[in-house]
């Protein structure tokens, strides 16, 4: 076992080193890091092994498998054309491509509060929902338990708004878009990813 210590005694769960010699070491085993946490017990030190992130990560089964692929593309599909047309809701709030992206092709706001709720949910998806994705994402596929705990959470919003729009807006926009549009991605990717990160994330993290 490679280390930079020089033992003087061993029991089966610690090493007793002198006082003098007092620090937190690393060293290399496998091209992973590993650390050795020395704590003060009277004329000796206790040298306690702790695993590297890395390896915890392993332990817990987080590496990137083909479901991550999966539910990462299928946010990508389902995501990106949202935040495009949220982009243009922020900079032209009041052009016609904006009414044709949010509320349909030749549609034109109900009243001024429609206008102003689509305004606002635009700016929650591009200063909260965007930054959630790219976070969790980069998070997931270099093994990290914050990376799931973020993509819960966005699976956990994604299915609030799924629940807010089915009721507040399917009137409007199922007759507009029709039935295949409305179940894929106009409303119904949105929910089905929320429900399938949700799943998967629980199920890494338990």
């Given at each position: 076992m490679p280390?930079?210590f020089?033992?003087?005694s061993?029991t089966?769960?610690?090493?007793?080193i002198?006082?003098?010699?007092?620090?937190?070491?690393?060293?290399?085993?496998?091209?992973?890091?590993?650390?050795?946490?020395?704590l003060?017990y009277?004329?000796?030190a206790?040298c306690?092994?702790?695993?590297?992130?890395?390896?915890l990560n392993?332990?817990?089964?987080?590496?990137?498998?083909v479901?991550?692929?999966?539910?990462a593309?299928?946010?990508?599909?389902?995501?990106?054309?949202l935040?495009?047309?949220?982009?243009?809701?922020?900079?032209?709030?009041?052009?016609?491509?904006?009414?044709?992206?949010?509320?349909?092709?030749?549609?034109?706001?109900?009243d001024?509060?429609?206008?102003?709720s689509?305004?606002?949910f635009?700016?929650?998806?591009?200063l909260?929902?965007?930054?959630?994705?790219?976070?969790?994402?980069i998070?997931?596929f270099?093994g990290?338990?914050?990376?799931?705990?973020?993509?819960?959470?966005?699976?956990?919003l994604?299915?609030?708004?799924?629940?807010?729009?089915?009721?507040?807006?399917?009137?409007?926009?199922?007759?507009?878009?029709?039935?295949?549009?409305y179940?894929?991605?106009?409303?119904?990717?949105?929910l089905?990813?929320?429900?399938?990160?949700?799943i998967?994330?629980?199920?890494?993290i338990?």
């Open positions: 280390s930079a020089t033992f003087h061993s089966s769960s610690s090493y007793g002198p006082i003098g010699r007092l620090q937190r070491q690393q060293y290399f085993y496998g091209g992973s890091p590993q650390y050795w946490e020395l003060d009277g004329q000796t206790i306690i092994y702790q695993k590297s992130i890395t390896e392993n332990d817990l089964n987080m590496k990137p498998t479901y991550t692929w999966i539910l593309i299928f946010g990508v599909i389902t995501f990106l054309p935040m495009m047309a949220q982009l243009i809701m922020l900079f032209k709030p009041k052009s016609q491509q904006a009414k044709d992206l949010i509320i349909g092709k030749g549609k034109e706001w109900r001024h509060t429609h206008f102003r689509a305004l606002a635009a700016w929650a998806d591009i909260l929902i965007l930054p959630l994705l790219i976070l969790s994402t998070g997931v270099n990290q338990l914050w990376g799931y705990g973020l993509w819960l959470a966005l699976g956990f994604s299915i609030y708004f799924s629940i807010i729009f089915g009721v507040l807006e399917k009137a409007y926009t199922y007759p507009a878009c029709g039935w295949l549009a179940y894929t991605y106009f409303w119904g990717f949105f089905y990813w929320g429900i399938g990160v949700v998967y994330s629980i199920s890494i338990i």
